[in-house]
């Protein structure tokens, strides 16, 4: 799958499961000039997703899919996109994992933004688990996605100082704000070197 960094954006979607602070913020993104991508599509699990609402705001698609079947779900998602030429994805608090062949279809053009400083605490409950073990830094990772779970090709990350009295609330309040600055810069370098 080609992709083209002329004139011409990078038809892109966004798959969210929650509240959709960086999907906001990648919408905005993708409006400058100079951005390389066009959000044609918002793809949740969730059907609660507060996220959704963004779709509607910003006259952009949504579409739910019921991840129970995951085979179905991705093979729907696949010729959906498919119809819509998009080659790009960004997850962006899309809390489910993808299949191996869901991934295949998109070598290097799915990434996650994911909130510590990767290969250090993959998975769930990061900032929990930064503070239980008395870390002094944190912080986010944009990276392209593969079969493994938060393992991928590191794009950029940011760190970020804990402070004395921070719990995980605070914390991720700190460190969504630096990925917001995160995912665009990312997106850029990644999509400039293609
Ligand atoms: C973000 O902090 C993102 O890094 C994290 O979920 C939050 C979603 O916030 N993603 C993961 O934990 C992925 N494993 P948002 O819905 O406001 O963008």
């Known amino acids: 799958m080609a992709i083209s960094t002329g004139t011409k954006k990078i038809k892109t979607a966004v798959f969210i ?5 960086n999907l906001e913020n990648l919408i905005k993104f993708s409006k400058l000039v100079k951005s390389p991508i066009s959000i044609e599509q918002i793809i949740s699990d ?7 609402k963004f779709g509607k705001y910003f006259k952009i698609k949504t579409a739910v899919y019921n991840f129970r079947n995951i085979n179905k779900a991705e093979k729907e998602i696949l010729s959906d996109l498919r119809k819509k030429k998009i080659n790009f994805i960004c997850l ?3 809390m489910k994992i993808l299949s191996k062949k869901f991934i ?3 070598r290097g053009k799915i990434i996650n933004i994911h909130p510590s400083l990767l ?26 996605v593969n079969s493994k779970l ?3 090709k ?9 402070s004395k009295k921070e719990n995980s609330k605070s914390l991720a309040r700190k460190i969504l704000i630096q990925e917001h600055k995160l995912y665009p810069r990312a997106i850029k370098k990644l999509l400039s070197s293609l």
Do not use: W
């Open 17 to 21: 499961s929650g509240t959709g602070s």
């Open 46 to 52: 969730n059907p609660k997703a507060k996220g959704l």
């Open 92 to 94: 962006a608090g899309f």
């Open 104 to 106: 295949q279809n998109f």
């Open 119 to 144: 290969p250090k605490y993959k998975g769930l409950n990061t900032h929990q688990r930064v503070i239980k073990n008395k870390e002094n830094f944190s912080g986010c990772t944009v990276h392209i």
């Open 150 to 152: 938060d393992a991928g």
């Open 154 to 162: 590191i794009i950029l990350k940011k760190k970020v100082k804990i």
